[in-house]
């Protein structure tokens, strides 16, 4: 398998309360950086030939600093990211598209991965790239622990509750087959169109196309909120990762 990892890195972490422009992915799990654990996964998944990172412009040299210094020699481009998480991702798509025009080398899948989870594991990397050439997309999903209920007509009560056992929380890294992401973000980009994910762009455009269910654990959290950073140093250490 031949696939390119864009990690999506460009977020202010409004719900981290931070400070100064902070970035969230500049935060410190087990003494290194959250964007740091994010790109090791990939660095060692051995599905991934590439990675293309999206981040504020001030991280930047900080990010190519950091892929020298811990060997991450698949880190193919830092890129500045775009307005919103979508921009971002296109502004990856672009630059691999660039280098597929240069080299002619097309890759049979691009994974789009938000850099505020660290804890996806090569293994599950490798295996979402399989799938994801196998069926054209395939997303990872956890099943929710908790009761979801609709707001109501009236936003101050509920309104129907769905049944949970048909609902999924989709996670990262999301794959697709090449030609497949790049037109979906290509048509977006044309009627200005955006989602809050790179599946649901699939879904819009190509309304045919499947997109194939990977059930995983929950350890792949998204660093969100300050009582984040708490419960990524206890999965770390329980699960006796390493940084």
């Not at 981290?16 to 969230?24: C, D, E, H, R, T």
């Not at 740091?36 to 293309?52: C, N, R």
């Not at 959290?221 to 950073?229: A, G, L, Q, R, S």
């Amino acid at each position: 398998m031949n696939a390119i990892a864009i990690i999506a890195a460009s977020g202010i972490g409004k719900r981290m309360q931070l400070k100064g422009g902070q970035s969230k992915q500049m935060l410190e799990i087990a003494g290194f950086p959250v964007i740091h654990h994010t790109i090791k996964a990939f660095e060692e998944a051995s599905s991934v030939g590439a990675i293309y990172i999206a981040t504020k412009s001030e991280n930047i040299a900080t990010l190519e600093a950091m892929a020298m210094s811990s060997g991450f020699c698949k880190v193919k481009a830092v890129l500045e990211g775009g307005k919103e998480r979508q921009d971002s991702v296109n502004n990856c798509i672009k630059a691999i598209e660039h280098d597929i025009r240069i080299t002619g080398h097309v890759p049979d899948t691009i994974l789009v991965h938000d850099g505020a989870r660290p804890f996806i594991q090569p293994e599950e990397i490798d295996e979402i790239s399989r799938l994801s050439l196998q069926f054209g997309a395939c997303v990872p999903a956890t099943r929710p622990k908790d009761t979801i209920k609709f707001i109501g007509s009236n936003p101050l009560f509920f309104g129907e509750t769905p049944d949970r056992s048909r609902l999924l929380q989709v996670q990262t890294p999301q794959g697709f087959q090449c030609g497949l992401l790049i037109q979906a973000h290509e048509q977006a980009e044309l009627e200005h169109w955006y989602a809050t994910d790179d599946a649901a762009l699939v879904e819009r455009f190509f309304p045919e196309q499947s997109i194939k269910i990977f059930e995983m654990g929950y350890h792949n959290i998204k660093i969100t909120t300050p009582e984040d950073i708490p419960v990524a140093e206890a999965i770390f250490a329980q699960r006796g990762f390493r940084p």
